[in-house]
């Protein structure tokens, strides 16, 4: 059963399969924009937990419910890490990975600017990814891989830690939406310019 939260300023309900039924016109538009954003979080969350599925974590396959991280993982405080973002398509020919081999390619490639030692080969990662693919059952997909240190220790220094190795797939439809594919997406040019930064590499996917 839900447990009751406090979800609009003094007013209470239930989030959760037995929402309590709120008037909503009696509410102001800044109390329906919170609860709107409310329901969509719990709707999120619980698509999350009820996902299925695999991801590959260091060799193996583990549950998607099951492939959690130490809270002190040293990425997850210091930001040093590395990713992929790769797509695959369905085509009339099957399932087709968008340039897999350079996706990898510069994962290691960010690994090795950023000093980090990836503890698989190339072709490890790479047929990794295909399977994780396949291993899921999905005709389209968006493939993440990530490596990052490990929660041995904590400070600047990233030395003598591990670097464990994921990477997970699902479906991910349009980035910006269906309708973009066929009728297009309206875009501008910012007048704001990123800072510059000289003292860094330019050709690396950190997680930063």
Known sequence: MSAAKETL???????????EQIDESKLSWRE???????RKAEAKKRKAAEKDGVIWMDGKNVDWRDANVHVLTHSLHYGVGVFEGIR????SS??????????????????HILGMKI????????DACVNSVKDNNLDSAYIRPIAYYGSEGMGLHASDLSVPV?????????YLGDEGLSKGVDICLSPFEKEVKIVSYGRKNEAE
């Open 166 to 174: 994921s990477i997970a797939s699902w479906f991910w439809g349009a």
């Open 119 to 126: 503890p698989f080969s190339f072709e490890t990662i790479r």
């Open 88 to 91: 695959a398509y369905e085509t």
């Open 94 to 111: 099957g399932t087709a990975i968008f340039r897999l081999d350079d996706h990898v390619k510069r994962l290691f490639q960010s690994a």
């Open 32 to 38: 329906r924009r919170k609860l709107n954003k409310q």
């Open 9 to 19: 300023d003094g007013a209470s309900g239930l989030i959760g399969e037995e929402e």
